[in-house]
């Protein structure tokens, strides 16, 4: 598949990624406890929003439509973060969860725009390249705004005295299993050395 296909493949992802993101982030603004951080969600939200309209117009300069793929990764990062506004936790441990979701969907997007950044550069798409960078500043910022806004809610976080461990959910029971499965199809690697 020429370069050119991967590219466009890749930008879909992205589109998708994006739109789903238009969905979820109004779930974690209302969830987060901290003003602070609802306030950096909220405003991801509309940077976001705009974040769409580029990715259309990159179409526009293709000449191609923006669907066609579905982003599963965005769909795992998205759920997880379902699982962490589920959480029966208080104040600032219940935002920690939040955090660790936002700065998963951060990075997932950053190393996205990096990987089409560089496609457009090596087939020299000059105006995709400026749109897309636009994007990934806007990640790039997010980020660092988030892991900013996390210092006093991690701390916060840590002097928050233990409480007793609460029966297992089916979903929690589900995940701690398969996480034992993932430990057992590791093992063979493991023990592999490298030669
Ligand atoms: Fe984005
Ligand atoms: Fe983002």
Redesign the pocket.
């Known amino acids: 598949m020429p370069l050119n296909d991967v590219l466009l493949d890749e930008l879909r992802d992205m589109y998708s990624a994006e739109n789903q993101?238009v969905k979820a982030l109004p779930k974690l603004a209302k969830g987060a406890k901290d003003a602070k951080l609802k306030e950096l969600f909220t405003k991801?939200l509309e940077e976001?929003k705009g974040q769409v309209e580029r990715l259309k117009e990159v179409f526009g300069h293709l000449g191609e439509k923006p669907t066609g793929e579905h982003c599963n990764g965005m769909e795992g990062i998205v759920e997880e973060g379902k699982d962490a506004l589920e959480k029966d936790e208080e104040g600032a441990s219940f935002d920690c969860g939040l955090i660790g979701a936002a700065l998963r969907?951060?990075h997932y997007?950053i190393a996205g725009y990096q990987a089409t950044i560089a496609m457009a550069k090596t087939l020299g798409m000059q105006d995709v390249i400026d749109l897309l960078t636009e994007n990934l500043n806007e990640?790039l910022a997010?980020a660092a705004k988030i892991t900013e806004a996390a210092q006093p809610i991690l701390l916060e976080s840590s002097q928050e005295p233990e409480h007793k461990k609460k029966a297992m959910s089916a979903k929690e029971k589900t995940s701690a299993q398969k996480s034992r499965e993932d430990e057992k199809a590791a093992a063979p690697g493991l023990r592999k050395k490298a030669s």
Do not use: G, I
Request: aromatic share 0%.
């Open positions: 993101l991801h976001t969907t951060e997007e990640e997010a």
